[in-house]
Each structure stands twice: as C-alpha cells, then as structure tokens.
C-alpha cells in the first residue's frame, strides 16, 4: 500500500493543494477498498471516499503527528461508513436496483462478487473491519491494529477467525456463523 509521506502530511495541513493531491493519489484507492467492503455497495463507496477525503481536507489541521495520518484517515473512513449505513437503514428500501448482482467479469477487484459480499455481511463488524484491512488493504497487523485502536495479537486473532467463519460460509458448511 501506498503511504503518504510525513512531509506530505506537513505541507498538507498547511494548506499546500499539490501535496494534498498526492496524499489522495496515493490513498483513495485504500479508502475506498476499505469502505467498499465495510457497506457493500460500489455507488454508496465512492461517495462516502469523497466525503470522508473532504473530512481529511477540513480537518488535516488537527492531526498532531502527521507518521499517524494513516490510522487518523481509517478512523475517519470508518466512521463515515458507518454513518452512510446508519443513514441507509433509515431510507426505505428499493425494490429494485438496491444490490449490485456482480461485479463485471473484468473487474480489477474479484473480491466483489455477490456471494463474497453476503459472506462478508455475514462476520461481525470487528472481524470485517480486521480482515478488510489486513486481507484487502494490504495492511500488516501493527497497521491495522493502530487504524483500529487494537492490540496487534487481537487483530491477528479477529482475522484468523474472520478467515475461518468466511471459507465456512462459502463452503456451505453454515447459514449462521
């Protein structure tokens, strides 16, 4: 995964438009991975990645220790999904278009498939949430677990079960995991 550089984060903050752009570049990406798995739903994540980048903009000048810029921005992206899910449960739902079958054959990301998405809504939120960073992301588990205010052996664990109870559901073996 691509990290922002300290000084990017620095310069940033100080209101410098070039270097903010790089911190985009090289984390939309992550974000929207990250958001994507947690709601389920493509259209709904790439909005929420362009508010939750709007969030950083506005508040990049209250991040302290810009070497944690990148759990500082997991927090906020987890947290605009859980809103933007909050939100959702709100609204009545649609009786047609409100779930993407598949994803397209060519499609980057063969993680989006529909069967994969219902396995993933199947896990606890701190087990999705720890297997998304590690496994999709590309994080390590000290990573994921500062993003995630964890001990890294409690990330570790949360994934090792997450991977567990997710061949379990794509295997058939249970409905209720």
Same mark, same amino acid.
């Given at each position: 995964m691509d990290r922002p550089d300290a000084a990017d984060v620095e310069a940033a903050a100080r209101g410098d438009t070039v270097a903010f752009e790089r911190i985009v570049r090289a984390m939309q990406g992550t974000v929207w991975r990250y958001v994507v798995h947690l709601l389920g739903d493509r259209a709904l994540a790439e909005d929420v990645t @362009?508010? !939750?980048?709007?969030? !950083?903009?506005?508040?990049? %000048?209250?991040?302290?220790?810009?070497? /944690? #810029? !990148?759990?500082?921005?997991?927090?906020?992206?987890?947290?605009?999904? #859980? *809103?933007? %899910?909050? $939100? /959702?449960?709100?609204?009545?739902?649609?009786?047609? %278009? &409100?779930?993407?079958? =598949?994803?397209?054959?060519? $499609?980057? *990301?063969?993680?989006? $498939?529909?069967? #994969?998405? &219902? =396995?993933? $809504? @199947?896990?606890?939120? =701190?087990?999705?949430?720890?297997?998304v960073l590690v496994s999709i992301a590309g994080f390590t588990y000290d990573e994921a677990a500062a993003a995630l205010g964890s001990p890294p052996g409690t990330i570790k664990s949360r994934v090792f079960r997450a991977r567990k109870q997710l061949m379990l559901i794509l295997d058939g073996e249970t409905d209720d995991v």
């Open positions: @362009q508010e !939750v980048l709007l969030r !950083v903009h506005r508040k990049l %000048g209250t991040l302290r220790d810009p070497e /944690r #810029f !990148v759990p500082w921005l997991l927090t906020i992206a987890r947290n605009a999904a #859980f *809103d933007a %899910g909050r $939100s /959702r449960r709100r609204k009545p739902l649609e009786l047609v %278009g &409100d779930r993407e079958i =598949a994803a397209p054959a060519n $499609s980057p *990301d063969p993680h989006l $498939s529909l069967e #994969f998405h &219902d =396995a993933l $809504s @199947q896990l606890e939120p =701190a087990l999705l949430e720890s297997l």
